[in-house]
Structure formats: C-alpha cells, structure tokens
C-alpha cells in the first residue's frame, strides 16, 4: 500500500475516530453525567491505557528489532564478499580470476534485481552465480599448506554468506502477524474510545488531548506498519552494501 494512503489511513482515520466518537459521547453522557463519574473511570481509563501502552510499546520495539536485523544482515552478506574476494589473490591466477569474475557476478546481480527481490521474486541470476563460485572451488588444488588454509577459510566465509543470503529472503516475507494487527488497532480503539467518556466541563479541550492522543497511536501503527516490511517502501533496505562492496572489488584489482 502506499505510505501516504497508509500514514492518513492510520493517523487520520484515528483522529476522525476520536472526534466522531467524542462528539457523539458528550451528547449522550453530557445529560447523566453526576458527580463522582471520572472518579470512577480515570483509573478504568488509566489501567487500560498502561496495558495498551505495553502492548505497543512491545509491538514497536520488536519491529524496529527485526527491521535491524535485516539491515544488519544484509549489510554482512554484502561484506562477507570483499574478503573472499581478497581470498582469491592468493589462490592459483586462472583459478582466482574465474573466482573473482563469479564474485563480482553475483554482487553485482543482486544490485541490479533488487527491485525484483523487493517484489518477493527469486533472483535466479545470483542463484547461479554461486552454483558457478561453488564448481570453481571444487576444482581448486591447493598446491601449498597456505593455499590449502585460505581455500578452507574461503569456504567457511563463503558458507556464511550464502546463509546470510537465505536468511534476507526470509526476513523479507515476514511481517507482523495478523493477530498482532488486530490486538494493536483494536486495544487502540478501546483507549481511546473509553477517553470519550471522560467529562469536561469545556468541550474543545477535550477534543485537543483526545485527539493529539490518538494522532499518537496512528502514528505509532504507522511506524509499526513500515518497520513490519523491512524491504518496502519509504523505510526499505536498499542494495547499497552490495554497490560498496562492488568498489572495493574494484579497488582490489588495482593493488588497495
């Protein structure tokens, strides 16, 4: 959906709901309101807003945490590339420049499909291109015990890229759950519908903090909302590891 949609969808449709609601609330409360009403429903009121603020809180916290990771990982995948290009300069000189040629490959076709990646697709290119890195390491013959080292470290990284790389596709389907959805829009609906009932005596002060609170909850959903997919929209991971790494390649093959 599109974050502008999404942002009036979520903090306008909670600030319309908070001052429909309180509208409609004062004309029917306004009439029976007697003393001692928000003796009674401040702690009501208070005790809801704290489980709900926990709720979200909770909520908020572990998408920013997830969206982290993400970040976090792909920008390791990335990197996991410049040393095993760097590992290849050792290796025999055919054999290390077909390696380095299937590195730079496969950096560079992850950069060019990330639109695809983003749209959920399989980038079939860069599949093969570690099918291809995987055939030129099996035919390495180390003809040193160093040589013999850095192939078996070469391994171990690469390995650890190659997870790194499932591991984005993973977290690039996830999002927040639907139960969770509806526990974070319907306790928001319940606090700020139990705020319609607390009485004032003057009327447009009431709708400032009600509203102002629900503007908050909106746009602490929205934020929930763009951190749940890490790969889309305004916020989303984007190929630049993949776009530095390609220029330390560069740097490498020039002797830095």
Not at 219 to 232: D, E, G, K, M, N
């Amino acid at each position: 959906m599109n974050p502008l949609l999404l942002a009036v969808l979520f903090v306008g449709g909670a600030i319309i709901y908070a001052l429909v609601g309180l509208t409609l609330a004062r004309r029917v409360t306004s009439k029976v309101v007697a003393e001692g009403h928000n003796d009674v429903l401040v702690p009501l009121f208070l005790t809801a807003g704290v489980i709900y603020a926990v709720l979200l809180g909770f909520i908020v916290v572990g998408e920013w945490e997830s969206y982290d990771a993400a970040k976090a990982n792909t920008a390791e995948e990335a990197a996991l590339l410049v040393p095993l290009y760097r590992q290849t300069t050792v290796m025999a000189p055919e054999k290390g420049a077909q390696m380095r040629e299937a590195i730079r490959a496969y950096a560079e076709d992850v950069a060019r499909g990330w639109p695809q990646f983003q749209e959920g697709k399989r980038n079939r290119k860069a599949g093969a291109d570690l099918n291809r890195i995987f055939g030129i390491f099996a035919t390495l013959r180390p003809a040193t015990q160093a040589r013999a080292i850095i192939a078996a470290q070469f391994l171990t990284t690469f390995s650890q890229a190659i997870l790194d790389r499932n591991k984005r596709y993973a977290q690039a389907a996830e999002s927040l759950s639907w139960l969770m959805w509806v526990a974070a829009i319907g306790g928001g609906i319940v606090t700020i519908g139990m705020s319609f009932f607390l009485y004032m005596d003057r009327f447009w002060p009431q709708v400032l903090m009600v509203s102002v609170m629900a503007a908050l909850i909106g746009i602490l959903l929205f934020t929930t909302a763009l951190f749940s997919r890490p790969f889309v929209g305004p916020l989303a991971i984007d190929a630049a590891p993949f776009e530095q790494s390609i220029s330390v390649f560069t740097d490498v093959d020039h002797g830095f």
